[in-house]
């Protein structure tokens, strides 16, 4: 077993990590504080190829592997959550779907735009269909040559900001069986009847975008059908599984960042003539998390390999999505207590993670349905 990363994936790592301490960090507070989704900084990503990271190069991407990508959510929630939101959406949700299942048409179409300026979202929770995705109540009706589409989403991260190009939708398409039929549908911004709405004050990622659709008999030709009729479901639910590592990635950076920001506090803060470092009640926190981080990431590096040998992946993803996320709120409720009041204050960026990772136990698949998708996994 070799569980050293090879020479491309470190100097990934470093240049991401180089990108994120230069261009996101100082930018972090600011757009934080002012709920500002960062136009410009996402170009700059997009410039640098934090877009369309595992897309092929014959479609505008890096063609990197799916380890590669990981490492590099991870090396962005490592300084923000926001940030890495917008990214590991848009890699996994937004382009993911249409690199698996598009046509080569659609391909052509959407890829090179979403590798190099524009975002596109996900669209499948609802009011009443969040763990539930069945309960998908937007219709997409047959009239004609034509699709007509109506019904709302929310929580829908990318959909609303000046350079999203579109968002993939789950509609109800009829029924088969005596049971709801489902189909996925490419719905572009600007579209007559589609309306997006930024969803604001949110106590996370609040420089990420998150947006509230709506569909207002939209109407669509076949060739924004995405799979074939009927598919809709399979195909989001699998799109999911991929997202769960980078919701894992995103809980490893913001534990690994939360860890840092606590470590070198402890050292510089002095108490009883000594750095509080030195006390063994502060010491034995550092070394839990130390423990924990190094564990999420074997456990999450393990799911992105099984992934890129294309081998079944889906319980180990789940299974690093439960763990990480879990881990980021154990390190990040302990790093808070390493640095006391200090860690309360807006001033330090700890008080950012705190708020930002509670997220990550409900996003793509929450800890109860993570913990259901595993017990059938392993035969219960």
């Keep these: 077993m070799n569980f050293d990363l090879n020479k491309e994936q470190c100097a990934w790592r470093e240049k991401v990590r180089d990108f994120a301490e230069k261009e996101v960090k100082p930018l972090a507070r600011y757009n934080d504080e002012n709920q500002h989704f960062d136009t410009e900084l996402t170009l700059k990503m997009g410039r640098v190829g934090l877009l369309g990271m595992t897309v092929p190069k014959d479609y505008g991407g890096l063609g990197l592997d799916n380890l590669s990508y990981i490492i590099a959510v991870e090396e962005l929630a490592r300084v923000d959550g926001s940030t890495a939101a917008t990214i590991a959406a848009d890699n996994s949700l937004g382009i993911g779907p249409i690199k698996d299942y598009g046509t080569e048409e659609q391909k052509r179409k959407y890829l090179p735009q979403l590798c190099k300026d524009r975002l596109w979202g996900f669209g499948l929770t609802e009011s009443d269909a969040g763990s539930d995705s069945r309960g998908t109540k937007t219709t997409a009706t047959p009239i004609g040559d034509q699709w007509v589409l109506e019904g709302e989403k929310i929580f829908i991260t990318n959909s609303a900001t000046p350079i999203t190009l579109g968002t993939t939708v789950q509609a109800v398409s009829g029924m088969k069986d005596g049971k709801l039929e489902f189909t996925a549908l490419l719905v572009e911004n600007g579209m007559e009847g589609f309306e997006q709405t930024p969803m604001d004050d949110k106590m996370m990622w ?159 698949g929450t800890s109860e349905i993570l913990r259901l998708v595993i017990s059938r996994a392993i035969g219960c």
Aim: charged fraction near 20%.
């Design 206 to 364: 609040r420089a990420s975008n998150t947006g509230k659709l709506v569909f207002n008999k939209v109407r669509l030709s076949h060739e924004h059908i995405l799979g074939a009729v009927g598919e809709g479901s399979h195909l989001m639910l699998a799109t999911l599984d991929a997202g769960r590592l980078s919701i894992a990635a995103m809980g490893l950076g913001c534990a690994q960042g939360a860890y840092e920001m606590a470590l070198d506090y402890s050292k510089q803060r002095v108490q009883f003539g000594k750095p509080v470092s030195k006390f063994q009640a502060v010491a034995f926190k550092l070394a839990d998390m130390a423990v924990q981080i190094d564990a999420a990431r074997g456990l999450l590096y393990k799911a992105c390999w099984l992934k890129d040998q294309g081998r079944s992946y889906g319980k180990e993803a789940a299974m690093a999505k439960l763990y990480c996320s879990e881990v980021a709120a154990t390190v990040c409720d302990n790093a808070v207590q390493v640095m006391g009041g200090h860690g309360l204050l807006k001033a330090y960026d700890m008080e950012r993670f705190y708020r930002d990772q509670r997220i990550l136990q409900i996003g793509e």
